[in-house]
């Protein structure tokens, strides 16, 4: 199968680096085809300009844009590897979306209203957090956070949800429970594919 991982995080030494190793590791293993888009490695611009509309006006898209279309619409699987800040979307993750998740690419509206554009594309969702599970489970955050990118951006798009995987409390576990969480990792990979 075809992977496409999009990952989002500015330090390479950072947990979600090590789940998006981990997972593309081992899809490799498991003999997949696997594409990693690294947006702050390659400095991906995360701002939706004039441009850019002017050009989906056209039926276009900037090339930067047209490059991580033509990933997403090789790929079969797609996996967001991200950290939750301020209970949503990293900045440059959230203008990833914003500009290349574009209407006529992942979606058009028609006179029956959506209509999702990603259809047969399968999303699986890894993010972390600093807050602890019980808290998020308490104060409902995890639903509201389910409900804007699962519904919001991936099943509006059509796209079929796998898995969304909350890795809780990060900064505070030990190394142990750490390296636990990268075999649950490895197990989804195997489930995903
Ligand atoms: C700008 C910023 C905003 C954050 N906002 C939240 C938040 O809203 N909820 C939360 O649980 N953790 C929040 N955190 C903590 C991170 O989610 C947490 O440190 C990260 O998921 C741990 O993974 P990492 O080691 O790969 O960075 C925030 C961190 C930063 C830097």
Redesign the pocket.
Known sequence: MKNLIVYA?P?PK???HAIMETLAGELKAAGHEVRVRDLYEQNFDPVLKPSDFELIQAGKSAADVKVEQDHIAWADVISFVH?????GLPAIFKGYIDRVFSSGFAFTINETGVVGLLNGKKALIIN????PEEMYNKNGMFNGMLKTSDDGIYRFCAMEVLKHVFFTA??YITGAERAKMLEEVKAVAKMIC
Do not use: A, D, M, R
Request: aromatic share 18%; proline share 12%.
């Open positions: 995080h330090n950072s947990f979600n950290p939750i800040w301020w209970t972390t957090t600093g807050t990060v900064p």
